[in-house]
């Protein structure tokens, strides 16, 4: 364990605050959640939950989301289907500055024609810190599509020119992405024409720093040419900074690709049968800086994988049956996420229910990650299926902020005929009052089970109406590096080495609270700092750039 330096003494904090870190950076990491400054301590207990009908936003149909991602400062949800199974291109879009229950802080966007190309019916979504990716699934028409939808976060949502859509022209669908900081890759799902009988293992990668409409800047790779006809059809991906783990969806094969290596490579994929762990059906992973947590999909059983062992050895696999924790049904979820302490499984369907359950629920299932895992007192869960009055369960993945977790609002039913497909957001507060600031080294983007993103450095501030955030989306090389948080009342800025790498506007009066200074992890050492932290310092104040500390 790292050595660091003495947690400095925090001030009373108003609307200005400048933190500073000084530190030895050790391997080059950038899909990790890394404190190095922090009043942040997610509390033992479940935040609240708050839901919102977003179904008529912008006069669009804004129901049926397969996932959503997180910029900074608006969460995107992935448009999928209406009721009917139909298509849709209805991007909807919060913004995390204002209100959740005011329709206001809302738009929607009808994408569905970008590029003269039919843009419907995608499955979660990436972001490269300029633009958002929506990953490609189905098309109103029928049949599977490989159309890649994105949009352009320096313009305005609502303009035409902001958005874009290339064809890759393979005939199946994907579902979910991960990000290393340069490709994008796409989990492969179904092949053929609406087959779901058809599984696919091409898994595509798109190089973010090449044109979008070139189709050199694409390439694939069929993960069955390693692990045989069941390393297909994956459901999320997860990224720990040098292996993508892909999420077995009908098959128990994980597969994992070393980005280190070549991407046409054979010897760069790993492939394992984890039926024998206890694997069942997957939706989604997240990685908490050591282990990845596959998400059991209508079924209870989690399986998580230490990252520091081998892919392919079984000791370095464990396996939980989190069913009736705390006297409830905890079985079946749709990704996962994870505040720093907690790893939260997102409740969706279960695949064996009473004569007086519903299949489809809103039992969220907890792990805190201090504990051990095959412990039951390490686990919880909570109902929200009735917040805010309105029904919220069925729900598919989401995405994070750093103090609120939205969940992509998907169904109600299980019937053929009518699904109720709804447009509920649920808001859960992991945070509340409990923290003040988090200056980080890096941060987690796969968060939520089906999104894709790689924050690098980031500073975050609690306010009294919420959390306001930013970050580098790069990774700082090996060696001595000097980060800078600071936060004006009117703007927030990030400096790495002294430099302003990002800037965003910002207001609200910081939350100040009891929870202790820790440098290098959180309170219950979690999301741990991969170096040391020689010195670190906390004012009061908005120090000018040229001013910050030599």
């Not at 798109?206 to 390439?219: C, E, G, Q």
Request: include cysteine; glycine fraction near 12%; charge should be negative.
């Amino acid at each position: 364990m790292p050595e660091h330096c003495e947690a400095p003494a925090c001030p009373t904090l108003t609307d200005q605050l400048t933190v500073q870190a000084w530190v030895r950076a050790g391997a080059r990491r950038v899909e990790k959640m890394q404190t190095l400054v922090s009043k942040w301590a997610p509390p033992r207990e479940f935040g609240r939950f708050d839901a919102f009908d977003a179904s008529a936003i912008g006069r669009l149909n804004c129901t049926g989301y397969f996932g959503a991602v997180f910029d900074g400062r608006y969460v995107y949800f992935s448009p999928e289907q209406h009721e009917g199974l139909i298509a849709h291109g209805n991007v909807l879009r919060y913004d995390t500055h204002a209100p959740f229950e005011d329709a206001a802080s809302y738009a929607a966007y009808d994408a569905s024609s970008s590029g003269g190309l039919d843009c419907r019916g995608y499955y979660g979504a990436g972001f490269d810190g300029r633009f958002v990716y929506f990953v490609p699934r189905h098309s109103h028409a029928g049949g599977f599509h490989t159309r890649l939808l994105r949009y352009d976060t320096r313009a305005e949502f609502s303009a035409t020119e902001a958005w874009a859509a290339f064809d890759i022209g393979r005939d199946h669908s994907s579902q979910s992405a991960a990000f290393d900081g340069r490709y994008l890759y796409l989990c492969p799902g179904y092949g053929g024409e609406e087959d779901v009988s058809n599984h696919s293992g091409e898994v595509i990668r798109y190089d973010t720093h090449a044109p979008f409409d070139d189709a050199s800047s694409y390439a694939w790779f069929d993960a069955t040419t390693v692990g045989g006809p069941d390393a297909a059809c994956f459901d999320g991906a997860a990224f720990d900074g040098r292996w993508i783990y892909f999420v077995p969806l009908n098959q128990s094969v994980a597969a994992r690709y070393d980005t280190t290596s070549a991407f046409d490579d054979a010897g760069s994929w790993q492939c394992q049968d984890l039926a024998p762990r206890g694997m069942g059906m997957c939706v989604g992973a997240v990685f908490d800086g050591r282990y990845i947590y596959y998400a059991p999909y209508q079924n209870p059983r989690v399986v998580r994988f230490d990252t520091t062992g081998d892919f392919d050895d079984p000791s370095a696999f464990s396996c939980y049956d989190g069913d009736h924790t705390d006297g409830l049904r905890t079985a079946g979820f749709d990704g996962a996420y994870f505040d720093g302490r907690f790893v939260c499984f997102i409740p969706f369907i279960r695949e064996n229910a009473g004569p007086a359950e519903f299949k489809l629920h809103g039992n969220l299932l907890r792990y805190d990650t201090a504990g051990t895992f095959d412990d039951p007192q390490s686990w919880s869960a909570i109902d929200h299926a009735h917040t805010s009055g309105i029904a919220s369960y069925g729900y598919n993945g989401g995405a994070f902020d750093g103090r609120y977790f939205y969940s992509a609002p998907w169904r109600l039913k299980e019937a053929d005929d009518e699904i109720g497909v709804h447009g509920n957001v649920l808001r859960h507060d992991t945070l509340g009052e409990h923290g003040s600031f988090s200056l980080r080294y890096g941060d987690l983007g796969h968060n939520g089970g089906l999104c894709a993103a790689a924050p690098g450095p980031s500073f975050l501030v609690n306010t009294t109406t919420g959390v306001i955030s930013i970050a580098w989306h790069h990774a700082p090389d090996e060696g001595e590096h000097h980060l800078a948080g600071v936060y004006d009342g009117q703007q927030l800025r990030l400096y790495v080495d002294r430099k302003c790498v990002a800037a965003r506007d910002a207001s609200g009066l910081i939350q100040n609270c009891d929870a202790p200074v820790t440098i290098g992890a959180l309170p219950a050492g979690g999301a741990r700092f991969n170096g040391t932290v020689t010195d670190a310092r906390i004012e009061a104040r908005a120090i000018p750039a040229e001013q910050l500390a030599p």
